[in-house]
């Protein structure tokens, strides 16, 4: 049918990504204050969007997108708070979003005035549907538009020397745009802003809608490392969305691709589907020995700020953070578990069926890790009594006493608390 037509793979014999592996942790960005925002039905309040900038700090972010004042009061309102009440730390950039024209422009440096450093974050659209349907450019129409924002960047740049500048510009729409116009495009803003001469540019390559599988997104992006001017002095960022569900994949496979910087949000709030979730990222890495450089040992906090300034619950079963990834209620589960944590002392190598990481490398108890239902064996049982009441039972009384709990379950169709299993066992085997 003719209605969706297959994305087209890139051609690429001498692609590297597929025989790497992520051995070092690339540079953060949040930008839950600014597309997070931008995606809520109720956007955050000023006090709110300092509640959650305190969060990301206190995570490790050094760079945190926190608005786009030029079209929002509130933001722009954020933006003074922050460098007004000196709200950011010596180590952390703050950065904007601004479209590439001159008056959002002008006032997003009017919102940066006295900040110690920013990020001017520039972008339009590039896209041959956006080109064609929405602005009815050509590309020399579109690449104009991205050089006069470019060149308006540097400007005001000049005129306000006591900050530190750091210029970022985001294709827009890249994943929609044939390669030879993103590189385009984009050269030409480098060639304006030349950061061989010093200055620190960052070209973000947005999956502003992810439209491919997530190979061919690494392959754009290695592609796009090959062809910009001055790759070595470019920071690669790529800031992927999560309309086909890949998008925290597509960030890591870029990055395999040559990405140095990832753009995302704190459990993947953001347009549509979201953005791509670096606490997932993050967290797969560190599962792989590899330092994230973000704390998120409190991830109950973590989840917990988030859902107060979004209003958007947690799903239970979120990667890492959600109520039951760590939970195991089938009987074959649960004994393997408890055979593994047995065996287990602080400082080994973590090798504990079922569990991809130790829960309490986020804050997390194992308390959580065995929950009995209906569908729980005598492991579990076993467990619990151990773990929560000393109790060990011989080996005779194992399959009776967890007969005893699986009816229980099954009678009152939900689970079972421990002080009930502490119940049933006294009124087992102890009454008389
Ligand atoms: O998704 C997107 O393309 C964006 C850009 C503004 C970077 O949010
Ligand atoms: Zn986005």
Redesign the pocket.
């Given at each position: 049918h003719r209605k969706y037509v297959p994305f087209t793979p890139i051609h690429r014999p001498q692609r590297r990504w597929p025989d790497q592996v992520i051995t070092e942790s690339p540079r953060w960005c949040a930008v839950d204050l600014r597309?997070g925002n931008q995606a809520l039905v109720k956007p955050m309040t000023v006090a709110q969007k300092t509640v959650l900038f305190q969060l990301l700090v206190d995570v490790g972010f050094k760079e945190i997108e926190v608005g786009f004042p030029a079209a929002s009061q509130p933001d722009y309102d954020f933006v003074r708070k922050l460098i007004e009440e000196n709200l950011v730390p010596d180590d952390v950039t703050i950065q904007v979003?601004t479209q590439a024209r001159e008056e959002l422009i002008a006032r997003s440096f009017e919102a940066l005035k006295g900040a110690r450093k920013a990020n001017v974050h520039l972008?339009n659209s590039t896209s041959r549907v956006q080109r064609e349907k929405v602005f009815r450019l050509d590309v020399d129409g579109i690449k104009a538009i991205a050089v006069a924002g470019a060149e308006a960047l540097v400007r005001h740049a000049q005129a306000n020397p006591a900050t530190e500048w750091v210029f970022q510009y985001?294709p827009?729409?890249f994943t929609g745009t044939e390669l030879e116009v993103a590189a385009e495009v984009t050269n030409a803003v480098i060639d304006v802003w030349q950061p061989q001469n010093g200055q620190e540019v960052v070209i973000?390559l947005?999956a502003?809608v992810e439209m491919s599988t997530p190979n061919v997104f690494a392959d754009m992006v290695e592609w796009m490392g090959e062809h910009l001017h001055h790759r070595e002095h470019l920071c690669i960022s790529v800031?992927t969305?999560n309309d086909r569900g890949c998008g925290v994949a597509a960030a890591e496979l870029a990055v395999m691709g040559g990405a140095d910087r990832v753009e995302g949000t704190l459990m993947g709030n953001g347009?549509r589907t979201g953005n791509m979730d670096i606490v997932t990222m993050a967290m797969n890495l560190y599962s792989q020995g590899v330092d994230p450089l973000l704390d998120l040992s409190d991830v109950k906090r973590i989840a917990e700020t988030v859902e107060s300034v979004t209003e958007i619950s947690t799903h239970p079963r979120h990667p890492y953070v959600g109520e039951l990834v760590f939970t195991a209620f089938s009987g074959s589960h649960q004994d393997a578990i408890r055979k593994c944590l047995s065996t287990y002392s602080e400082g080994d190598k973590w090798e504990i069926a079922y569990l991809p990481i130790d829960p309490r490398d986020l804050g997390r108890r194992y308390e959580e890790v065995v929950r009995i239902n209906s569908q729980s064996g005598k492991g579990g049982v076993l467990y619990v009594l151990e773990r929560d009441f000393g109790i060990t039972l011989p080996r005779w009384l194992q399959i009776e006493f967890s007969r005893v709990v699986q009816g229980f379950a099954e009678n009152e169709e939900r689970e079972v608390q421990t002080d009930e299993i502490h119940g049933l066992f006294e009124r087992h085997f102890l009454s008389v």
């Amino acid at each position: 049918h003719r209605k969706y037509v297959p994305f087209t793979p890139i051609h690429r014999p001498q692609r590297r990504w597929p025989d790497q592996v992520i051995t070092e942790s690339p540079r953060w960005c949040a930008v839950d204050l600014r597309d997070g925002n931008q995606a809520l039905v109720k956007p955050m309040t000023v006090a709110q969007k300092t509640v959650l900038f305190q969060l990301l700090v206190d995570v490790g972010f050094k760079e945190i997108e926190v608005g786009f004042p030029a079209a929002s009061q509130p933001d722009y309102d954020f933006v003074r708070k922050l460098i007004e009440e000196n709200l950011v730390p010596d180590d952390v950039t703050i950065q904007v979003l601004t479209q590439a024209r001159e008056e959002l422009i002008a006032r997003s440096f009017e919102a940066l005035k006295g900040a110690r450093k920013a990020n001017v974050h520039l972008y339009n659209s590039t896209s041959r549907v956006q080109r064609e349907k929405v602005f009815r450019l050509d590309v020399d129409g579109i690449k104009a538009i991205a050089v006069a924002g470019a060149e308006a960047l540097v400007r005001h740049a000049q005129a306000n020397p006591a900050t530190e500048w750091v210029f970022q510009y985001s294709p827009e729409s890249f994943t929609g745009t044939e390669l030879e116009v993103a590189a385009e495009v984009t050269n030409a803003v480098i060639d304006v802003w030349q950061p061989q001469n010093g200055q620190e540019v960052v070209i973000n390559l947005p999956a502003t809608v992810e439209m491919s599988t997530p190979n061919v997104f690494a392959d754009m992006v290695e592609w796009m490392g090959e062809h910009l001017h001055h790759r070595e002095h470019l920071c690669i960022s790529v800031h992927t969305h999560n309309d086909r569900g890949c998008g925290v994949a597509a960030a890591e496979l870029a990055v395999m691709g040559g990405a140095d910087r990832v753009e995302g949000t704190l459990m993947g709030n953001g347009e549509r589907t979201g953005n791509m979730d670096i606490v997932t990222m993050a967290m797969n890495l560190y599962s792989q020995g590899v330092d994230p450089l973000l704390d998120l040992s409190d991830v109950k906090r973590i989840a917990e700020t988030v859902e107060s300034v979004t209003e958007i619950s947690t799903h239970p079963r979120h990667p890492y953070v959600g109520e039951l990834v760590f939970t195991a209620f089938s009987g074959s589960h649960q004994d393997a578990i408890r055979k593994c944590l047995s065996t287990y002392s602080e400082g080994d190598k973590w090798e504990i069926a079922y569990l991809p990481i130790d829960p309490r490398d986020l804050g997390r108890r194992y308390e959580e890790v065995v929950r009995i239902n209906s569908q729980s064996g005598k492991g579990g049982v076993l467990y619990v009594l151990e773990r929560d009441f000393g109790i060990t039972l011989p080996r005779w009384l194992q399959i009776e006493f967890s007969r005893v709990v699986q009816g229980f379950a099954e009678n009152e169709e939900r689970e079972v608390q421990t002080d009930e299993i502490h119940g049933l066992f006294e009124r087992h085997f102890l009454s008389v």
